[in-house]
């Protein structure tokens, strides 16, 4: 079984059901998570982190990898009229976190305000990044939006993956 770390122990300790799987500790994308895992890529849920462009807390979206983040309907759903998508570095410099290894479940009480797209509502379980690179995390999107204390909301578009 995977090792231990914060968001393992805070699932258990809510009770919450998961599955923890290991992947190689480098940066991977949506579309290697799922080939390794032999899921759908619509069911590995990636984290991006976003900014607002007056002051205020960042937002955590969470979408299906096969997807990208509609960056003005996100701020349509935060109310904001504008909001932006830093640069990996300054993602990792916000969150404390790799890219990679970035998860609302890692950032819990930490000021995010998390958003996890309508999409995940057609899913019985979703796969996130266990706060850690090389460490998965398969849950009910219920029990993460409940966790996260997440708002839902259409954040995103598909992406042909294909090209």
Sequence with gaps: MSASNNVTRLLQAKKIAYEAFDLPAEKLGAAETA????????RVYKTIVITRERT?????????????????ALAAAVGEKKVRLPTEREAEKIT???????????????????LIDS???AEALVHVSGG??????RLAPSDLIRVTQARV???SHPVDLSL
């Excluded at 290894?101 to 890692?106: F, K, M, N, Q, V």
Aim: net charge positive; aromatic share 2%; glycine share 12%.
């Design 35 to 42: 080939r390794i895992l032999d899921v759908p890529v619509h």
């Design 153 to 155: 909301a259409p954040i």
């Design 119 to 121: 999409a995940s509502q």
């Design 132 to 137: 850690q690179r090389g460490l998965n995390i």
């Design 56 to 72: 205020g807390k960042p937002i955590l979206a969470v979408i299906p990898g096969d997807h990208e983040v509609d960056l003005k």
């Design 96 to 114: 404390g976190l790799q890219a990679g290894g970035i998860s609302p479940l890692a950032l819990l009480n930490r000021g995010f305000q998390i």
